[in-house]
Structure formats: structure tokens, C-alpha cells
């Protein structure tokens, strides 16, 4: 069975700070997925990657992916407030399955 | 439109009502997704069309729940005989499936569940 595995579940951060979010997947896939979620609110789209190696970058944001170890970051660089949110990572083994980690609830306190 | 919509955004029914919930995907994406989110949970996956047919319904959480797709664009997922264990948020995702594209979902703002 496929599974997706997120950590942590929840990060409290200071401002300023780096970290990393780490989404560990149990089957091949080629293409992974990076949500973000605010309260209340709907999924949105932050990367796609493709490929063994891809990097993409946006803001403080910067996704990898590395498929031999079947695994993705997402780093953050000097967190802000404004990143709190839920990020979710999602592999689609197959064009009718998608599957989503538990998502991590991250903070970023000043 | 300019993104998926979903209606409605809230529904509070009670127990053993039947309902229906509408997606209204991106003009011109041609899959459609449903997921739901239960309270602090990440998203499981229900069903996906491609055009009008779902190949695929075994994420249907039991025989009570029931979509469809008409004309190629909205969809409707029906529960019936609702259950408490149905509330939850029921997210509509589309995109377009082509080639060389990376088919990202767009996700709708969803329809709050809630049964009594």
C-alpha cells in the first residue's frame, strides 16, 4: 500500500529561522506535490517536480526531490509569520491516484 | 471561471438526510477530483474523473456515496443516508491532462459538512 509520510506535524518556529519538511513516499512516482493550506481555506498549488534532482525555488520556499530515495524537502529560509500554514506533500503514483501526506502544521512566532 | 467553485460552502443536515454537493471545475480541465478532510486530518482521496467516466471508485468510503459527471464539467458527489462519521470537508480538485503538462490540481474552497 502506498504510503506518504510527513514530518514533523507540527513545527513552531521563530522568525528569521530555517528549517526543513521532510515527505517520505513507499512507491515510485513522477511527480510530487507541495500544498499549502490556511485556515479555512482551500489547497494551494506551491511546486511540482518532475524529476530525480529537481530543485524549485519560490520566495523562502525551496522544494527537492530525490526519487531514488523517495523522499522531498521542503526548506524554509528565514521564516515569517506569514508562512504559518498547513503544507501537504502528495505523490500521484498513477493518473487516477493521488495521494496526500498528513500534512505539517507549522507556526512562525516572532 | 476563474477557479474551481464548490457549493455550498456549508451544509448542516441530520442524520440519515440524503445530500448533494456541486463542483464547478476550471473551463477546459478535463480531470476532476473529489477528496475529503476530516477535522485535522490530511486529505483522502474519493474519486476522479477523466471527461464524464470515473475509472476508479474504490475510494468511495462505502456504497452510500455515489458522483457523477455530466457534459464533461460539473460534478455532483451525493451522499445518501448521511452518517455523523460523513462530516467532514469535501474538496473538488481539476486539472487539465494533457502531454507535456504537469497537471496540477486547482482546488476548490470547499463544502463543509456537518451532520447532526
Known amino acids: 500500500e502506498l504510503k506518504v509520510e510527513q514530518n514533523p506535524l507540527f513545527l513552531s518556529m521563530q522568525e528569521g529561522k530555517n528549517y526543513t519538511i521532510y515527505c517520505n513516499y513507499s512507491?515510485?512516482?513522477?511527480?510530487l506535490y507541495w500544498y499549502r493550506q490556511d485556515p479555512g481555506k482551500s489547497l494551494e498549488s506551491l511546486f511540482v517536480?518532475?524529476?530525480?534532482?529537481a530543485v524549485k525555488q519560490e520566495g523562502r520556499l525551496m522544494a527537492s526531490l530525490d526519487t531514488k530515495a523517495r523522499l522531498s524537502t521542503l526548506h524554509i529560509t528565514a521564516a515569517v509569520h506569514d508562512l504559518s500554514a498547513t503544507y501537504f506533500c502528495?505523490?500521484?503514483?498513477?493518473?487516477?491516484?493521488?495521494?496526500f501526506g498528513a500534512g505539517t502544521r507549522l507556526t512562525v512566532k516572532p | 471561471g476563474a477557479g474551481v467553485s464548490q457549493s455550498p460552502s456549508n451544509k448542516v443536515t441530520e442524520k440519515g438526510k440524503d445530500v448533494e454537493l456541486r463542483c464547478d471545475p476550471i473551463?477546459?480541465?478535463?480531470?476532476l477530483y473529489w477528496y475529503r478532510q476530516s477535522l485535522g486530518q490530511g486529505l483522502e482521496f474519493l474519486i476522479y474523473?477523466?471527461?464524464?467516466?470515473?475509472?476508479?471508485k474504490s475510494g468511495l468510503p462505502s456504497d452510500r456515496f455515489s458522483a457523477e459527471r455530466t457534459g464533461g464539467s460539473v460534478s455532483t458527489l451525493t451522499i445518501q443516508r448521511t452518517q455523523q462519521e460523513d462530516s467532514a470537508v469535501y474538496l473538488c480538485?481539476?486539472?487539465?491532462?494533457?502531454?507535456?503538462?504537469?497537471?496540477?490540481?486547482?482546488f476548490g474552497p470547499g463544502t463543509r459538512l456537518t451532520v447532526l
Open positions: 517536480l518532475l524529476s530525480n534532482g
Open positions: 502528495a505523490v500521484a503514483p498513477d493518473v487516477d491516484d493521488m495521494r
Open positions: 480538485a481539476s486539472s487539465f491532462r494533457g502531454r507535456a503538462v504537469t497537471d496540477t490540481q486547482y
Open positions: 473551463s477546459g480541465h478535463t480531470a
Open positions: 474523473f477523466q471527461g464524464n467516466s470515473a475509472p476508479d
Open positions: 512507491t515510485t512516482s513522477d511527480r
